[in-house]
């Protein structure tokens, strides 16, 4: 179906939005509904340029009703800060796409009000690799080409996998069911943690697939950690074993950082970058000590450290 002038009854729906990041393309000042006359609906797979970000739209008529006002795309998205000079930059400048399957989810459009998708993605792309890569090489970064955030409706909170063709192309799927379930007054905090956590297995190393799921897990959150964006529900525990994973295993590698010094943690991931996992050599090699016996020291310290806050209570 060709542009041009349709009933105002028929009623507007846009079944995609894809955020397509073109830092190659010149900067434009375009408002991709202020062109439209009333009753006009854009073109099928119409590209509109607003600043440097693309957005692609697909229209269809689903049934006949007053048009609702498009109000998703009037809400301008504003282009992110550039980094600092600091970050580490990859060799490729990655693509970042924002892929939403369903605008009608409570989920996407609490996420399309209370956050800017280019803002969130490129400051978690920087954050991750100024955590996992600062001072290091510029080969020592993965060659992630994209990251695409999928917003849809499904179980589970979030996860992140490579494209079967090209494992360089990464995809973090998201659920619209779990950000509408999260309350308000912590919404947007909840969901830039949970892109920051799966950013970083955009951009991390796992040992040629040989390395603990804990491990991989536990560097996610604890990126998610120094970058205070702790959700309430997490608890420092020391019981268990070092690898369980997510928080409990972040806190550990938190207290590895702080016991050897910054970039402890750096080392940890580029030691899993080129060789298989071996658990004895990894951490002696590491750290002099075996990650048994580093568990063990971190549970004393933890412990210490809970009874010097209930003396202070006292």
């Not at 959150?221 to 928080?247: C, F, I, M, N, T």
Request: proline content about 9%; charged content about 25%; some cysteine.
């Amino acid at each position: 179906m060709s542009s041009g002038i349709y009933p105002d009854f028929l009623h507007r729906r846009f079944s995609r939005l894809l955020f397509r990041h073109s830092p190659w393309r010149a900067p434009l000042s375009i408002n991709p509904t202020s062109s439209l006359a009333p009753g006009q609906l854009p073109a099928p797979n119409t590209t509109y340029y607003t600043s440097t970000y693309e957005y692609v739209l697909t229209t269809s008529i689903t049934h006949l009703m007053p048009p609702p006002t498009p109000k998703y795309f009037q809400l301008a998205m504003s282009p992110a800060a550039p980094p600092p000079s600091s970050t580490p930059k990859p060799k490729r400048t990655p693509l970042l796409r924002l892929e939403l399957r369903d605008l009608s989810q409570p989920g996407a459009q609490s996420f399309l009000s209370s956050l800017s998708a280019p803002t969130a993605l490129e400051e978690a792309v920087a954050g991750v690799l100024s955590y996992l890569y600062r001072g290091l090489p510029r080969h020592c970064i993965p060659p992630t080409r994209s990251v695409t955030l999928v917003l849809r409706s499904m179980p589970g909170v979030a996860y992140t996998a490579g494209k079967d063709l090209d494992d360089d192309h990464k995809e973090i799927h998201f659920s619209t069911d779990y950000i509408a379930g999260v309350p308000e007054s912590r919404r947007r905090a909840e969901m830039l943690g949970v892109i920051r956590h799966e950013m970083v297995h955009c951009w991390q190393w796992n040992a040629l697939g040989t390395a603990p799921g804990g491990l991989i897990e536990g560097i996610a959150d604890w990126v998610r950690l120094r970058s205070g964006l702790v959700p309430p529900h997490w608890k420092q525990e020391s019981d268990g074993d070092w690898d369980a994973g997510y928080q409990h295993t972040g806190y550990f590698l938190e207290y590895l950082e702080k016991r050897f010094g910054e970039g402890s943690v750096r080392r940890v991931n580029e030691a899993l970058r080129e060789q298989k996992y071996e658990e004895e050599s990894f951490w002696e090699d590491l750290f002099s000590e075996k990650v048994g016996k580093l568990w063990e020291d971190y549970g004393e310290s933890f412990g210490k450290e809970k009874l010097e806050e209930k003396k202070q209570k006292s």
